[in-house]
């Protein structure tokens, strides 16, 4: 069975950071497509950033130059750094790993 458990979520003020993390269970991670999705309310669910097995990043072009997502393959997790955050990063942040998904962790960025 397949488990994504989220972490890091917080209160942040404009311009600060925050680290994300994933542990993922129940498949063979060095070998999926693993990455991050948000939703902010009234919204639909969107692509923040997601990594590819053969080393493909690919970024949403409103957190480019911004948020770093890394894998570690032996701890079977997933990060996502964010910098220079903005009121309009607020959202819940979803860990997806092949398509399955965790419960989501809650970023609000606001003075």
């Known amino acids: 069975q397949v488990q994504l458990v989220e972490s890091g979520g917080s209160l942040v003020q404009p311009g ?3 680290r994300l993390s994933c542990a993922v269970s129940g498949i063979l991670f060095r070998f999926a497509t693993v990455g ?3 939703q902010a309310p009234g919204k639909q669910r969107g692509l923040v950033a997601t990594t590819i097995p053969d080393g493909r990043i690919i970024y949403a072009d409103p957190v480019k130059g911004r948020f770093t997502i890394s894998r570690d393959n032996a701890k079977n997790s ?3 750094q964010m910098n220079s955050l903005k009121p309009e990063d607020t959202a819940v ?3 997806n790993a092949d ?3 965790g419960q989501g962790t809650q970023v ?3 003075s």
């Open 78 to 80: 997933v990060y996502l």
């Open 36 to 38: 991050w999705y948000r």
């Open 108 to 110: 609000t960025v606001s």
């Open 93 to 95: 942040y979803y860990c």
């Open 99 to 101: 398509g399955k998904w």
């Open 16 to 18: 600060g950071s925050l």
